[in-house]
């Protein structure tokens, strides 16, 4: 994103990047950046909403404004405002606020905003939950290049995109961000999903962490767009542990985002990291990031099915050995 960090570990977007005290700890850690977590449109509205005289405990939109996060205290948006500033305050490594929205003003509007608050970038969470059957991909993504641009043109400090895996073709969005000036792009978010409780017959909301060992979506896609893309390249979801971190930055990621991690580790755990990709260098003898990064792209491995369908052909064709008895409970 054109920032300059002292280390490639970024604390990605979450309730832990609130605390002015638990940021501090992340930056004594060697954290390159915080992400505050995201301000979401449905607290913007929901304030609207409350102003609105016309609305009651009964109206079915304010019923579900209040339900969408149903276990999590959310602030407003002039709360969440003054707590980026706070955090601001708190620190010297880079801040970047989130922000995910729906409506096309509110996007801009709140954008401006949290660039007033002093942050050093902004995240734009993209997060489409398909509901109606007649809206094409292809209109779901000219609405987030629109908002884009929106936002670009409307503000100074650099923009970045946060993304789901849940596009048909990835790279060719990708693509387009970059083309319409997206500084970074950070692959994947993990998306929270309703489960169903079979015995009091209700849908529930839990948060869970993402489970370890899911980071080779991203890893591959890291890998694929090194070097054809300007924007910067973040890895993030289910990188628990310094040897992942490693094979994304060898994929070719820029930097990495943990949330996860920080969860089931605790904050310290970016020292760890850290210690870990300069351990893993020292060994193989690298003095710093650029000597490595993407060494292991597709464009810098020899060979050419590296990371496509043949390779996956070739594993399923292969799988003789899930039936050696080490892969059998
Ligand atoms: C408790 C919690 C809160 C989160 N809040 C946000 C948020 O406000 N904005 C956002 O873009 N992602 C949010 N996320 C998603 C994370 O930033 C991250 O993209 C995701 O958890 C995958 O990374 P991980 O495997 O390292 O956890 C949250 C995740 C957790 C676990």
């Known amino acids: 994103m054109g920032l300059e960090l002292q280390s490639p570990i970024v604390a990605g977007a979450c309730n832990l990047t609130e605390s002015p005290e638990t940021v501090k700890k992340m930056e004594e850690a060697g954290a390159g950046a915080i992400i505050f977590r995201s301000l979401f449109e449905e607290q913007i509205q929901l304030e609207a909403f409350e102003h609105d005289e016309a609305l009651t405990q009964d109206d079915e939109r304010y019923a579900e404004m209040t339900d969408i996060f149903p276990k999590i205290e959310h602030a407003g948006p002039q709360d969440h405002l003054e707590k980026v500033k706070e955090v601001r305050k708190a620190i010297k490594i880079p801040l970047i606020a989130s922000l995910n929205c729906i409506n096309h003003d509110t996007w801009v509007d709140y954008a401006k905003k949290l660039e007033q608050t002093g942050v050093d970038g902004l995240e734009l969470n993209f997060y489409y939950t398909p509901t109606e059957f007649d809206k094409t991909a292809h209109s779901v993504e000219e609405d987030q290049i629109k908002a884009l641009k929106a936002v670009i043109k409307a503000v100074k400090i650099p923009v970045s995109v946060k993304l789901s895996s849940n596009y048909s073709n990835p790279l060719n969005f990708i693509k387009q961000l970059d083309d319409a000036g997206a500084k970074g792009v950070i692959l994947f978010n993990k998306l929270f999903q309703s489960d169903i409780n079979i015995d009091s017959l209700e849908l529930q909301h839990p948060y869970y962490l993402t489970p370890e060992g899911e ?14 893309v300007n924007t910067s390249l973040i890895a993030n979801k289910s990188i628990y542990h310094g040897k992942e971190a490693v094979k994304m930055l060898l994929a070719g990621a820029d930097a990495i985002q943990v949330v996860s991690a920080l969860y089931k580790f605790q904050v310290d755990h970016i020292r760890t990291l850290n210690n870990k990709i300069y351990s893993w260098m020292s060994q193989k003898g690298y003095r710093n990031l650029n000597e490595f990064k993407g060494v292991m792209s597709r464009k810098n491995v020899s060979d050419p099915f590296a990371y496509r369908r043949s390779q996956y052909v070739d594993i399923l064709l292969n799988s003789k050995q899930l039936f ?5 409970p």
């Open 324 to 328: 050696d008895k080490k892969y059998l």
């Open 215 to 228: 980071y080779k979506d991203t890893m591959r896609f890291m890998a694929l767009l090194h070097g054809n």
